[in-house]
């Protein structure tokens, strides 16, 4: 399992810090999520994301879903944001359910409906579900700045 506290040492590269990088993700609503398949294949597919303040990432789907099935079984999960131009975000993470009634995780599902307004809407379907992913490791990138590359790590707890 990863804690989610960027490590100071991290934080600074020519002044590139977690606000942008949380404000980068803010920007984006899509995002490629990779997991892992029983025998080990990568699968991916494009899903619609929310962030949290803490930079956790709230996504939908299907229980009948690839994604959802992969997640179930091994948490491990890559996610990639892209653009404008050749800016990038690579994070690796831990995937956790969100429960999709209860107070417990409620906060999480308010953040996803702030991005996505219609999610509730998909309440009333019977297969949904939710997952956050707690980030432990992330790389930005701009290449249009000579370029721009910072590395964040989370301490594993």
């Known amino acids: ?9 991290d ?17 984006h609503r899509l995002a490629v999520v990779s997991s892992c398949a029983a025998d080990g ?35 491990r999960v890559a996610v990639t944001f892209c653009g404008p131009n050749e800016k990038t975000l690579q994070l690796e993470g831990i ?8 107070s417990d995780d409620a906060v999480y599902r308010e953040v996803y409906y702030l991005a996505w307004p219609d999610g509730r809407d998909r309440l009333k379907w019977n297969n949904l579900s939710y997952w956050r992913i707690l980030p432990c490791w992330a790389r930005y990138s701009d290449f249009s700045l000579g370029p721009l590359i910072a590395e964040f790590r989370w301490d594993a707890s």
């Open 1 to 9: 399992m990863c804690h989610w506290a960027i490590k100071e040492d």
């Open 11 to 27: 934080i600074n590269v020519r002044g590139f810090g977690k606000p942008d990088v949380l404000d980068y993700m803010r920007k």
């Open 41 to 75: 294949a990568p699968q991916s597919a494009l899903v619609g994301v929310a962030t949290t303040d803490s930079m956790e990432l709230i996504f939908d789907t299907v229980s009948s879903s690839r994604k959802h099935e992969n997640l179930s079984r091994d948490r």
């Open 95 to 102: 995937a956790l359910p969100v429960s999709t009634s209860g």
